[in-house]
T-cell receptor
Framework: DGGITQSPKYLFRKEGQNVTLSCEQN?????MYWYRQDPGQGLRLIYY???????QKGDIAEGYSVSREKKESFPLTVTSAQKNPTAFYLC??????????????FGPGTRLLVL | KQEVTQIPAALSVPEGENLVLNCSFT??????LQWFRQDPGKGLTSLLL?????REQTSGRLNASLDKSSGRSTLYIAASQPGDSATYLC?????????????FGGGTRVLVKP
């Protein structure tokens, strides 16, 4: 079954703790993205990566970190520096084609809650 | 900086009525515009993608129009059904900047009453 998987579905973070959200894709897509969605709002880009071992900050990267050691994996770490981490986190991937602006495919999301 | 707005934020209609969802953007220099559906607590499903050179796209009961000069797109859903209840998001990809960075609107939450 091809697609994007995110785990866990729900994640609880204690004060001062770092937590890591997993995103895996078997679509052989080059590019991967992390978005944050707050209640009643659209998605905001946190980080994106167009190739292995390379990634760029999005609009709201502060308090987050990523790595891209493998093509199929793009984990997101929410650090203790992120003061308001409660949100729904969505991962996406796309091919890199001639236009450089191909459709993104989204995972099912991880809801992060602070204890 | 591109800003995308969707009004209204929520909409409730009786089954069978046509739905009209609006999306406006401040910078008309877009590469394409995409409409997504999001069910509660789930990821996004792409519905329609309109290239900047196109004026509309159709898929089944869905029709999306694009007027770049006025910075507007409209998603029409004909003969709505309770299964159409979801949040609908529009997103644009800028024409000038490199890369595949989507800018999203806040979404319109739709409830279709049986």
């Amino acid at each position: 079954d091809g697609g994007i998987t995110q785990s866990p579905k729900y994640l609880f973070r204690k004060e001062g703790q770092n937590v890591t959200l997993s995103c895996e894709q078997n679509l052989n897509h080059d590019a991967m993205y992390w978005y944050r969605q707050d209640p009643g709002q659209g998605l905001r880009l946190i980080y994106y990566s167009q190739i292995v071992n390379d990634f760029q900050k999005g609009d709201i990267a502060e308090g987050y970190s990523v790595s891209r050691e493998k093509k199929e994996s793009f984990p997101l770490t929410v650090t203790s520096a992120q003061k308001n981490p409660t949100a729904f986190y969505l991962c996406a991937s796309s091919i890199i084609g001639a236009s450089g602006r191909e459709t993104q495919y989204f995972g099912p999301g991880t809801r992060l809650l602070v204890l | 900086k591109q800003e995308v707005t969707q009004i209204p934020a929520a909409l409730s209609v009786p089954e069978g009525e046509n739905l009209v969802l609006n999306c406006s953007f401040t910078d008309s220099a877009i590469y394409n515009l995409q409409w997504f559906r999001q069910d509660p607590g789930k990821g996004l499903t792409s519905l329609l993608l309109i290239q900047s050179s196109q004026r509309e796209q159709t898929s089944g009961r869905l029709n999306a129009s694009l007027d770049k000069s006025s910075g507007r797109s409209t998603l029409y859903i004909a003969a709505s059904q309770p299964g159409d209840s979801a949040t609908y998001l529009c997103a644009v990809i800028p024409g000038r900047a490199a890369g595949n960075k989507l800018t999203f609107g806040g979404g319109t939450r739709v409830l279709v009453k049986p």
